[in-house]
């Protein structure tokens, strides 16, 4: 495939000057509708290639940009401020899943609108403003919450893993990149429902609208 190839099926979603999103669509992005699926990429020099959502059937490509819209929208009217916490947010994901109901505090149930995309198995994505700044967080999950460990595979305890916990990587950005984030997604995602919309008038009027006449 050439580049011009690569190009118009590629949706690239710059976070800041030092990394972006991608998603590499099956077709080219002039033509996507709303079935249409692609993994989204992190690129960032520390973590080349990162899926922060991985393709299935589940995972469509104008639901995650409308999921990333939504989020990013709620940064930019102040809805997510993040308060003073008693642990990492990342930490206190890890303690929700792992902890009884009965267990959990109010800090377990506060996080959830912070989460930015749903994210593959073992990783959380968060996105919140600290004192007028924003930050796109990716922490870790223990990773045998839900699972048990591998033959051969290096394991460790929930206490170890939760006694060494530290953040995967943490993006700052300036406000001016949380509105174009949302300015390209909003368009993206609007286009797609507009040519979907398009489509389905099409079809209406060329089988079903001739038999009315």
Not at 96 to 122: G, M, T, W
């Amino acid at each position: 495939m050439n580049n011009k190839a690569i190009l118009e099926n590629e949706i690239i979603m710059r976070i800041n000057s030092n990394c972006f999103m991608k998603m590499i669509a099956n077709r080219p992005i002039i033509e996507l509708c709303l079935c249409d699926c692609a993994p989204l990429i992190l690129s960032h020099p520390l973590l080349n290639n990162f899926k922060l959502a991985r393709q299935s059937s589940t995972f469509r490509i104008f639901d995650m940009l409308t999921s990333i819209k939504c989020t990013l929208e709620a940064a930019l009217m102040g809805r997510l401020i993040l308060p003073s916490l008693s642990h990492n947010i990342g930490y206190l994901a890890c303690e929700k899943y792992h902890l009884a109901q009965k267990d959990r505090s109010a800090e377990h149930d506060l996080i959830d609108k912070y989460y930015f995309v749903e994210n593959p198995q073992h990783t959380f994505t968060w996105l919140y403003e600290i004192s007028g700044s924003f930050f796109i967080e990716i922490t870790p999950l223990y990773p045998w919450e839900y699972c048990d460990p591998q033959p051969g595979e290096e394991y460790c305890t929930y206490e170890a893993f939760m006694a060494s916990y530290k953040s995967i990587l943490t993006i700052p950005l300036e406000r001016a990149d949380v509105e174009r984030l949302y300015q390209q997604t909003s368009q993206l995602s609007d286009e797609i429902l507009a040519r979907e919309m398009a489509e389905r008038i099409k079809y209406y009027e060329t089988h079903y609208k001739k038999d009315t006449v």
